[in-house]
């Protein structure tokens, strides 16, 4: 994939400061995981959302070129996947960014861990009804993903687009309550991720996240407002693979990544799939793992 100017500030930026699941059947899994070791024979499931998206059919194939076989799962909420890896069922999900698997990690006590980032998105606001954020009369409802992690950034969001105010100026963890209504132009609904983009009909708009745009029939050209990846605070948003603890140094896996990041038609995949919105990264695993251990450290503490 080629990056734009703008993707490559965005890059810089993102490595400058230091979506569903797989079910994973591997037959050698018990004598790989977590030695770093690798084997050529051994089957690993992937867990996505929007597995006839084009990047990942290039990805089995770019994968099979270095044989490994992958075997690509699709899941249709985002609440099964990372369940489904800590109980060994998989080996590895690529759905969520950091900021939706430390909330996972912490609500479940779980450990699951960041191996690789993948792109981030740029999360938008769509409208059947209007033709811009300043068309949507006073009053009107405003739909947003229900999910801690969506829900926080939907209401940034919403808040840049000077429809809402948050009470404090906002934050990762801001939820329906720190919605100051009388300050606030719209009223907020919190809906399952997937069906915000079928609200459309019944409300003034929605923030759709970028798995559910092109299956409600709208291009990502659509959005009448989004936030900003280029901005330094938006590493938390980084989507990435993950993988269980024990198995964070599994060679295969981390080849994986590898090939995820540097394959030339898993990247015009991605970003074919992402209508051109997807910003590709390579960010040091390091900075994935520190702002994972912020983010669950600050989650615990709003607990």
Not at 27 to 39: E, L, R
Not at 67 to 84: H, K, L, M, R, S
Request: proline share 4%; aromatic share 6%.
């Amino acid at each position: 994939m080629s990056i734009s100017k703008k993707s490559a500030k965005v890059l810089a930026a993102l490595t400058a400061l230091p979506l569903l699941a797989a079910l994973a059947g591997c037959a050698t899994t018990s004598d790989t995981a977590g030695s770093g070791s690798s084997d050529a024979n051994e089957t690993v499931k992937v867990g996505v959302v929007g597995k006839s998206d084009p990047q990942w059919p290039a990805f089995v194939d770019a994968a099979a070129a270095e044989g490994i076989t992958v075997e690509i799962v699709d899941f249709g909420d985002y609440a099964q996947p990372n369940p489904a890896l800590s109980a060994g069922d998989l080996d590895l999900n690529q759905f969520q960014h950091i900021v939706y698997l430390a909330d996972y990690n912490v609500s479940s006590g779980e450990d699951l861990a960041v191996i690789g980032s993948t792109a981030i998105y740029p999360l938008g606001l769509y409208s059947t009804k209007y033709d811009s954020v300043a068309d949507i009369p006073a009053g009107e409802t405003v739909a947003v993903p229900d999910d801690a992690s969506n829900l926080a950034r939907a209401l940034l969001v919403l808040q840049s687009a000077k429809l809402i105010e948050l009470k404090d100026g906002g934050s990762i963890f801001s939820g329906l309550n720190d919605v100051d209504e009388a300050k606030s132009k719209v009223k907020v609904t919190a809906l399952e991720a997937a069906l915000t983009a079928t609200s459309l009909p019944d409300v003034a708009a929605a923030v759709i996240n970028n798995d559910f745009v092109q299956d409600a029939g709208l291009t990502f050209a659509d959005a009448i407002a989004q936030d900003d990846p280029s901005d330094a605070n938006a590493l938390p948003y980084v989507n990435i693979f993950a993988a269980r603890a024990e198995d964070k140094d599994n060679a295969t896996y981390k080849k994986l990544v590898e090939i995820f990041q540097t394959d030339k038609a898993v990247q015009a995949g991605l970003l074919e799939a992402s209508g051109d919105t997807a910003v590709a990264l390579q960010t040091p695993v390091a900075d994935l793992e520190k702002s994972l251990a912020k983010v669950e450290a600050d989650t615990k503490a709003q607990k």
